[in-house]
């Protein structure tokens, strides 16, 4: 079962037609001009009962984008780099925790050693 964030929708809200060039820009994070003008070039270039027929399947096949689908920006540009790069990701998720964890051990040394100063700042609170 995938996660709904790392699937394909119509995204219909920016889209022009039927949302399939908006859907693939927010899928991969490319901004939706860029995807349409290479749609149209495709189609110009050799492409033209294929691209069209991909574009109806597409349409036909995909589903909509829910309306709750990313909470904000920050949300939204984190799904499309899973989406390009899982393993990128995973890596960097990771190095976060890592370092949460090196600094929640720095900040547990701290607190667990004898420390007089703070011993006595702790007992002066009682």
């Known amino acids: 079962m995938s996660s709904k964030h790392t699937k394909f929708y119509l995204d219909r809200m ?3 037609i039927k949302g399939v ?3 693939i820009a927010d899928y991969t994070g490319v901004d939706v001009l860029w995807v349409r003008l290479g749609a149209i070039m495709l189609t110009l270039m050799g492409g033209f009962p ?3 027929i991909a574009y109806i399947v597409a349409a036909m096949t995909a589903e909509k984008k ?3 689908m990313y ?3 920050q949300d939204q ?3 499309q780099g899973v989406r ?3 393993a990128r990701t995973t890596r960097g998720i990771k190095s976060r925790f890592r ?3 090196r600094r929640l051990a720095d900040l547990e040394t701290y607190y667990v050693s004898s420390n007089k100063q703070l011993s006595d700042e702790i007992d002066s609170l009682r």
């Open 14 to 16: 920016n889209g022009k």
């Open 21 to 23: 060039c908006a859907g």
């Open 50 to 52: 294929w691209t069209i």
């Open 66 to 68: 829910p309306l709750d």
């Open 71 to 73: 909470s904000d920006e």
């Open 77 to 79: 540009k984190f799904w």
């Open 84 to 86: 390009q790069s899982p």
């Open 99 to 101: 370092a949460i964890d």
